[in-house]
């Protein structure tokens, strides 16, 4: 199932530090989390999907970037990050 439109405000609303900001760090790991999840799902019912399987590698390192940008300049956010949106790091 694809990420909606009505989501990814939701996710926008609930990390944004601002009205507007939808480019933080915190926005941008949270809207790329529930996009590797969907791809998660939708891996374990189509296993032969290659090209999806390259897309949820990519974006992964993605979160991965920006989860280790954000460990390195503000460590109070990247802790809050973490426990809301359950990541293992």
Do not use: C, W
Not at 71 to 79: H, K, V
């Amino acid at each position: 199932m694809p990420v909606t439109k009505e989501r990814v405000h939701e996710l926008i609303e609930s990390h944004q530090h601002h009205p507007g900001d939808s480019g933080s760090s915190e926005v941008q790991i949270a809207i790329l989390t529930e996009r590797i999840r969907s791809l998660t799902e939708h891996l374990q019912r189509h296993p032969n999907d290659h090209g999806s399987r390259r897309g949820l590698f990519k974006l992964i390192g993605q979160r991965r970037r920006l989860l280790n940008y954000l460990e390195r300049t503000n460590i109070e956010s990247y802790r809050k990050i973490l426990g809301e949106l359950e990541l293992r790091r």
